[in-house]
């Protein structure tokens, strides 16, 4: 049984607006937002036969069956409004007012009590299994079983049809599910900053992510988190801090992983309790009808279906790292549970943007190079066979499926380097991947010290002379590198001459290389004037992280177009970072 031929499609930007949005009726008011609820996972899949009737369920226990726990969320103390995502609000047609009504914003500061009755009064939190670089664990499982692993601070409290598209929307800082593992819940003011902005960066870059709704802070609610002391180069962190807490709504076709698929094959294979093997079908069926009905034929044999997903899940998830790689985005942790089903970038925690450029940029302390920057084509190929792992289990009577879906896994390695091969040869403006050519050029960029946006951006300029570049060097070559870097432009430049159309070759490298790109050092001003209640620097990051290909003004330019200045080497909380958040 053969597979689908694999994509040759140039990784690049897709940035054009979304047409398929009727902007006409804007959705003022929660009772409104409340006429789209359609609930097809609760009404789909199964609750956990121990779970309560009313949501009351937040201290820790082992969740033995079921596909979800009905959880209400703990609302912050005293929630203040910090933002929102105006993209975001005119792409679901909600109107700018909505952010600031009563009901919205007890709703999304945790509060589900007295809501619009078409509303549950409840959320859910899921289970989901661990795999690190594609070994599985139970480790991390306070109950050593894997059965406490999942949502610890994560509760889904929406899910809603708008214009044929279908979101779930999630709050992230909650409090306490049963898989907390004796943790509080919350999330605080630093990192709910961070990921609010990154995620609507990344879309912004046009890389598949999950966006973000809104974040609303505590203004007395407190949690102590490690962190480090003030100009701290230190790896770890030094100090206990108290943090104020946030709410944060992120927001998806789905929020099914590759984890959740993952603890459903354990459970099948391992005949755990007589309705494994039928939740792990359900779950499959479900992320298939949610993330790929337009791709997979629901008519066909199940058994095909589930080759066909893979098919279709290889395809986003090659794209997809592809795409961290073309912006310099590292995701620090990527494990399976932190892969999204639906391909799209998922869970930002301990992530970075590689500034200066490193093969093995790892900004998370505790990710390790299996989780590098260059790394993550090989980190994504380990969490595919997980996937397909748990997939064979429903295959075990189909032996040519099986077959098949053992190919399919095979082939990630050549796919994925397709992708990677594809993207390189857009950034750098040719018509046709060169290795010698990309390996060179990697090569000087690591000896000289380069800033991987700003080099390409400047690049997408089709420079004539190596000068050109120099506002990408942290250090100024030598004779002998200068000389190489010579050479190297040379044979980019003749390579450039066959390549078509000059003009149109720089407008697309500009389209493929942002001009913007994360700095940390820049982000970081803007969480401590939160923790003040100032939140001018974030709408102000919201506008310029919004626009990462296009000019834009003078003032701007000149304080984030430039490279990280040296104080911000090696500090703590700034080139690296604990994943406590």
Request: proline share 5%; hydrophobic share 35%.
């Amino acid at each position: 049984m053969a597979t689908n031929t694999h994509s040759k499609k140039t990784p690049s930007a897709d940035i054009s607006p979304d047409t398929s949005v009727d902007t006409s009726v804007k959705i003022k008011t929660m009772h409104e937002l409340a006429q789209h609820v359609d609930y097809s996972l609760l009404n789909t899949l199964t609750a956990d036969p121990q779970a309560t009737e009313d949501g009351n369920d937040h201290k820790p226990r082992q969740v033995f069956s079921g596909h979800y726990v009905p959880v209400t969320p703990t609302p912050i103390a005293d929630p203040l409004y910090v933002a929102h995502s105006q993209a975001f609000f005119d792409e679901l047609g909600f109107d700018e007012s909505l952010a600031l009504e009563h009901d919205f914003k007890r709703l999304f500061s945790g509060d589900m009590s007295n809501i619009d009755s078409n509303i549950h009064p409840y959320g859910w939190a899921t289970g989901y299994a661990l795999s690190i670089y594609g070994t599985e664990y139970t480790q991390q499982c306070p109950f050593q079983t894997g059965n406490g692993y999942g949502d610890g601070r994560a509760l889904s409290v929406l899910e809603v049809e708008i214009n044929s598209k279908r979101w779930e929307m999630q709050l992230k800082g909650a409090g306490r599910t049963p898989y907390c593992r004796g943790a509080d819940g919350r999330a605080v003011l630093r990192s709910s900053v961070r990921e609010f902005l990154a995620q609507e960066h990344m879309h912004a870059l046009g890389v598949p992510t999950s966006r973000s709704l809104s974040l609303f802070m505590s203004q007395s609610e407190t949690v102590d988190r490690p962190w480090y002391l003030e100009g701290s180069d230190s790896q770890d962190p030094e100090v206990m801090v108290p943090n104020l807490v946030a709410i944060s709504t992120r927001v998806a076709p789905s929020f099914l992983r590759v984890g959740q698929v993952e603890l459903f094959g354990r459970r099948a294979r391992r005949h755990e309790h007589p309705n494994a093997l039928n939740e792990l079908k359900a779950i499959v069926a479900h992320l298939i009808e949610r993330e790929y009905k337009e791709d997979i034929d629901t008519t066909l044999p199940f058994e095909k279906q589930v080759v066909d997903l893979a098919i279709a899940f290889r395809e986003r998830l090659t794209t997809l790292v592809s795409h961290w790689v073309r912006v310099g985005y590292c995701q620090g942790n990527f494990n399976s549970d932190n892969c999204a089903g639906g391909g799209y970038t998922l869970d930002y925690g301990p992530f970075g943007f590689c500034e200066m450029f490193d093969p093995v940029y790892q900004p998370w302390t505790g990710g390790g190079r299996h989780f590098s920057f260059l790394n993550q084509p090989i980190a994504a190929h380990k969490n595919f066979e997980m996937l397909c792992s748990a997939l064979a289990v429903l295959l075990e009577d189909a032996e040519d499926e099986a077959n098949a879906l053992s190919l399919v896994s095979d082939e990630f390695p050549e796919v994925m380097e397709s992708k990677m091969q594809g993207m390189w040869a857009a950034k750098l403006g040719l018509n046709r991947y060169d290795h010698t050519l990309l390996v060179e050029l990697l090569q000087l960029m690591v000896r000289t010290g380069v800033d991987y946006t700003i080099f390409f951006r400047e690049l997408s300029s089709l420079p004539k002379d190596i000068s050109a570049l120099s506002p990408s060097f942290y250090n100024a070559p030598k004779e002998l590198l200068l000389s190489q870097w010579k050479a190297w432009l040379g044979a980019w430049q003749k390579q450039i001459e066959n390549s078509g159309d000059k003009e149109s070759i720089a407008a697309q490298m500009r389209r493929t290389n942002p001009k913007y790109t994360w700095r940390e050092w820049l982000v970081v001003p803007a969480y401590k004037l939160a923790e003040t209640g100032d939140f001018t620097r974030i709408h102000y990051l919201q506008d310029i992280l919004g626009k990462p290909y296009e000019e834009q003004t003078q003032g701007i330019e000149q304080e984030f177009y430039q490279r990280r200045p040296l104080e911000f080497f090696g500090a703590g909380g700034v080139s690296h970072y604990s994943c406590s958040s």
